[in-house]
């Protein structure tokens, strides 16, 4: 099946550890991202790329790292330097943003800070 | 700055009556306008969208939702409730030539029976 694919879905952090989401796509798309969601403050752009090797930052890109070595796939690095990572992380995919197309979500994956 | 904002963080309605969530955008120029649809612990799945053409747009599960440029508006609509309706729904508007899709902050649906 086509889709977005984002492991773990439950994710245990210690403080001061560094920890990777992975999200995998067979789409075929060029774009794509990561939100955080956080109870009531909807979805916030982490950080998105347009082609491969080439990625931006959103709008809260501190304290998280990302990488595009191939087109199919897009991991999103927590680091230790950001202060409340508990959150609901959520991959997603798209062709050519520019021309309306529709962006695809994975199920999303939790971080939980312990 | 583009930005959008869902009218009521929380919707409650009965079984069988009118949906009615809002969403206005701002922006000098017509964005390209989404709504999508959360289940609990689960990603997003688009309802509609609207790019260009007829304003009134169809999608999924019976919803509706019409372009109003006057009004910068994109309210999504729904003539009766059911159950399975009770979800987080979001707003996103993508300004063209943008690279990015923002979202509103979401709106809870609850249907009473």
Request: aromatic share 12%; proline share 4%.
């Amino acid at each position: 099946d086509g889709g977005i694919t984002q492991s773990p879905k439950y994710l245990f952090r210690k403080e001061g550890q560094n920890v990777t989401l992975s999200c995998e796509q067979n789409l075929n798309h060029d774009a794509m991202y990561w939100y955080r969601q956080d109870p009531g403050q909807g979805l916030r752009l982490i950080y998105y790329s347009q082609i491969v090797n080439d990625f931006q930052k959103g709008d809260i890109a501190e304290g998280y790292s990302v990488s595009r070595e191939k087109k199919e796939s897009f991991p999103l690095t927590v680091t230790s330097a950001q202060k409340n990572p508990t959150a609901f992380y959520l991959c997603a995919s798209s062709s050519r943003i520019t021309a309306g197309n529709t962006i695809y979500f994975g199920e999303g994956s939790w971080l939980t800070v312990v | 700055a583009q930005s959008v904002t869902q009218l009521g963080s929380h919707v409650s309605v009965s079984e069988g009556a009118l949906v009615l969530l809002r969403c206005n955008y701002s922006s000098s120029v017509p964005p390209y306008l989404f709504w999508y649809v959360q289940y609990p612990n689960q990603g997003l799945q688009l309802l509609l969208k609207y790019t260009t053409g007829a304003t009134l747009v169809k999608g999924i599960n019976g919803f509706e939702a019409e372009f109003k440029k006057s009004e910068t508006s994109f309210h999504l609509t729904k003539p009766s409730a059911h159950m399975s309706d009770a979800a987080e729904y979001f707003c996103a508007v993508i300004i063209q030539g943008a690279q990015k899709l923002v979202f509103g902050q979401g709106t809870r649906l609850t249907i009473n029976p």
